[in-house]
């Protein structure tokens, strides 16, 4: 195989493939032999076609899909020859066959070259955070939350009661909504609706009618209120009070956890210490690759990457809302840009500082995924047995190699907070 390479702009390589003919004719004749022996044709006993018409018949199609193939695999070993770092493939043209020589053309666009990634100049803030037992305390708190029950309050509404309601507003002799009712059942005092709304709900019992004026704040959900004073008629359905439960071995056992609450504490703590190494490894991430991404902004970028990853936007709207989503791809552009820069930045260092994937890391991210399902050892399995998740969690596991890298040679200042600081961040 002789190879011949031509620049034919910034990031854009020509390669004219020179491959011997008797290679693609041997492929082709062994494939024509295969279809020989398991062909049907009238008139012929099956694996007794003639070679001659088994040619004239399927010879041209069969030949073709050889040199495609030959094409595909051939320009593969002509990159690694060429040692060149190839971002997408634009095209591939096949030539005239020569008496002994078969020549193709492909359009390919490579990565740029760049020098050794600096990185000491990068200021990062590193988040210092451990698990205190206020945490864990305000997670039981939370599930408690989550068990509250609710029954009928048998007397006027005050803070915390839920109170059911449905309502209608009238806004410059405009009826909003324009027939019915909209049911909302707010927690007083929640925050779930603004003061004034709260205001007007304390003190009504179930199947009272008010009528109030209101001023709605412009960020209200509902645009038609919004910024809008109006004249405002609800009719309360229902007021409920509430009881927790108590943070006993009983409730522990309502989660399914065996041990009381000894065992759930722990068990709580655990998962915190799971969701804070996530968090602070997502801030970090976020925070380098920013510094990188600013740092190193001014390279270009091969085009077929960034229709690639446009593509792979695109199937991930449309994996989130169902349906295709009618978006321009110039409103897309920035955001796949971004991702191409930042995945050769952080794949360049890795290169560059030979930084090898831990097994060991990517068994324990596994782990730590499983252990937040109901049978970990099926889903450790599933990751083991499907090689696209298991890459998944390799390329997580690189970044975060990665990030750590850049984190040792930047100018990092450790800074204390709390376990809901970082989350709340």
Do not use: C
Not at 153 to 160: D, F, H, K, L, N
Not at 330 to 351: D, H, S, T, W, Y
Request: glycine content about 6%; overall charge negative; proline content about 4%.
């Amino acid at each position: 195989m002789q190879v011949s390479v031509e620049k034919t702009g910034d990031l854009g390589r020509k390669l004219v493939v020179e491959l011997p003919s008797d290679s693609i004719d041997g492929q082709v004749s062994g494939r024509l032999n295969e279809l020989r022996r398991s062909v049907r044709l009238k008139g012929f006993r099956p694996g007794k076609v003639p070679m001659n018409v088994v040619k004239q018949r399927y010879g041209q199609q069969v030949r073709e899909e050889v040199l495609q193939q030959v094409m595909q695999s051939s320009l593969q070993d002509a990159i690694q020859q060429q040692e060149l770092r190839v971002a997408g493939v634009s095209r591939i043209q096949p030539g005239d066959e020569a008496d002994a020589t078969f020549t193709f053309t492909a359009e390919v666009e490579v990565f740029p070259e760049l020098p050794e990634i600096e990185v000491s100049g990068l200021e990062i803030e590193r988040p210092v955070v451990e698990i205190d037992e206020t945490d864990v305390d305000d997670m039981i708190e939370t599930l408690r939350e989550q068990r509250r029950e609710w029954k009928d309050a048998q007397r006027p509404s005050e803070s915390g009661d839920r109170v059911k309601i449905a309502f209608h507003a009238e806004v410059d002799g405009e009826r909003i909504p324009e027939s019915g009712s909209r049911t909302v059942q707010p927690v007083i005092g929640g925050g779930a609706l603004f003061e004034g709304f709260e205001a007007a709900l304390t003190g009504v019992e179930a199947g009272d009618e008010k009528a109030v004026e209101l001023t709605f704040p412009e960020d209200f959900r509902d645009d038609a209120l919004a910024g809008k004073t109006a004249e405002v008629t609800f009719e309360v359905e229902a007021v409920q009070t509430s009881d927790l439960p108590e943070a006993d071995d009983a409730f522990a056992e309502s989660f399914g956890v065996e041990g009381g609450m000894e065992k759930m504490r722990a068990d709580v703590r655990r998962n915190l210490e799971r969701e804070l190494r996530q968090a602070r490894t997502n801030r970090l991430k976020q925070v380098v690759t920013n510094g990188l991404a600013e740092e190193y902004k001014d390279f270009s970028l091969p085009e077929t990457a960034i229709r690639q990853e446009l593509g792979q936007m695109r199937a991930q709207l449309k994996q989130q809302y169902g349906q295709e989503v009618a978006v321009p791809d110039e409103q897309l552009r920035p955001g796949a840009e971004r991702r191409v820069r930042l995945g050769f930045l952080l794949a360049e260092i890795a290169r560059q500082h030979d930084l090898d994937i831990d097994d060991a890391r990517v068994e324990q991210h596994i782990a730590d995924i499983a252990d937040t399902y109901e049978n970990p050892a099926q889903v450790v399995e599933l990751y083991q047995s499907n090689p696209q998740l298991t890459d998944q969690v390799r390329n997580l596991v690189l970044e975060e190699q990665v990030v750590e890298w850049v984190l040792d040679n930047a100018k990092v200042t450790d800074t204390s907070m709390s376990f809901k600081e970082l989350m709340e961040s």
